[in-house]
């Protein structure tokens, strides 16, 4: 293909890492701002930041590529080091595994708080930051072993073109490898999100209402949790669309089995953007709490009142209060029964801490 196509794919990746940004910076700062929210989606956070990053590289990458045109300088060839060490190289490459990995981690905490409640009720802050470290050291391993065995395994002095797409950069078998990675966690990421939705389906278990309606601060818990792991449920769908697809395709294409242009892997990027969006996007059309925060958010920048947040907090409060009809129903035995487990299983939280 000829520049058309160049310049296509560079207003791509900067039209796209626009909209990457204003879709998942908002929901990231109220997400981090509110302590409740950090608690409650922590472990979302990694893959809003990571669309928030991936946004920021897509800017950065469009306006290199526009600046090369610009400067006649399309056509030119540079090594292989200097293509890795570019940091707008090590950040594409940071940011597409990730993707995966984010989606990887969050079905592994819905999984956990739908087996283990309670557990996750007294350590949820625990887990949410394991999770996260194990993210960032699985992409981190990754992304050291694409960076190492690419330069050790080619050619010295070997020159590619100076817009260093990944197509170009990496060997046949080493693209195939980082593909195959990112599809594996997908696909990881909706089989667990199907266990869950198989527990899901059994949540009116006497040992899962015994564990969550003991008190009102676990009502609410709950609450909170069984609609945000519905919300992911969701996003299982996108996955598939927008991501486990196109990487599956980019794997064929690049090993031959398909007769298309060298631009696959920024095509197949450009789609697997697309759900970074449907992370953010979900998270803001139906969590109540996420869209209160960023109404507010909106009348206190501009100085308005363009949306109504009242009445979404008071609908959120409504729906999280705990049924008062369904407490009184217990008999004052099984109540003080159930008083006095939460008590127990406080008071070890607190020793093992």
Known sequence: MGNSQFIFNAYGFLILGIFLILFNLPVLIVVVCAKKLRN?????????????????????????????????????????????????????????PMIGIGLFINSIDRLLVISFPLSYFNYNTRVVVVLNIVALVVNAGIVFVAVYGTLNGSQAGKMINIFCSHNDLFTVEMFILLASIRCFFATMSVLLMFVVLVLFMKQNKITTKLAFHTEESIQKFKARQMNYTKTMLLSCIATIVLFLIPALFAIVARAGFVNVSGHVSTWTRFISFFD??????????????????????????????????????????????????????????????????????????????
């Open 40 to 96: 409650q989606y922590g472990v979302v956070i990694m893959s809003l930041v990571n669309g928030f990053l991936s946004g920021m590289t897509g800017i950065a990458y469009g306006v290199f590529r526009l600046a090369l045109f610009g400067q006649g300088r399309e056509n030119d060839m540079v090594s292989l080091a200097e293509c890795m060490y570019n940091p707008l190289t090590f950040f594409l490459l940071w940011t597409f």
């Open 276 to 353: 970074s969006f449907n992370i953010a996007f979900l998270l803001f059309y139906r969590q109540s709490d996420i869209r209160w925060r960023l109404y507010r958010l909106v009348n206190i920048v501009t100085h308005t009142h363009l949306f109504n947040a009242t009445k979404i907090q008071s609908t959120h409060n409504e729906q999280s209060a705990p049924a008062a009809t369904a407490k009184g129903s217990h008999s004052s035995r099984r109540v003080s029964s159930n008083v006095a487990a939460v008590g127990c299983a406080r008071e070890y939280s607190v020793n093992v801490v």
